[in-house]
């Protein structure tokens, strides 16, 4: 593997990680309450934000996995980056997200710079 590669398996793991902690949220009402700052009183918005959980936590597991797995690399990037991505547009879009969300907002942006930098290192 030369560094080029090492470089986008690693920012793969770090970001893979970052996507998949709300996964945590599918333990139910407390996890989410730390996660976004947010009391989900409402059942219905709990089992979104749970299933939204799920969702992270596999976009992440495959992100990690795609370290390890040179072919799972491209797809796995572009996953994670439309996603990061996305969301930063939406709460930019929205405004008005409280300070848990905001942080998110800007750790997105951190990830998708590295992952993106080492995704283009990658491919010269």
Sequence with gaps: MNR???ALAT??????????LPVLGLLGQT???ALYGLEVTEPSLRILLRHRA???GLLGGAMMAAA???EWRLPAA???LLSMLGYALIAGLEGGGNAAL?????ADLAASLLLAAALVWSRL
């Design 4 to 6: 080029a590669e090492l």
């Design 78 to 80: 572009s996953a994670g």
């Design 68 to 70: 390890f797995l040179p």
């Design 102 to 106: 905001v942080r998110v907002v800007w």
């Design 11 to 20: 920012a793969l793991l770090l970001a893979g990680l970052l996507n998949a």
């Design 31 to 33: 996890q989410l309450k």
């Design 54 to 56: 799920l969702l992270f």
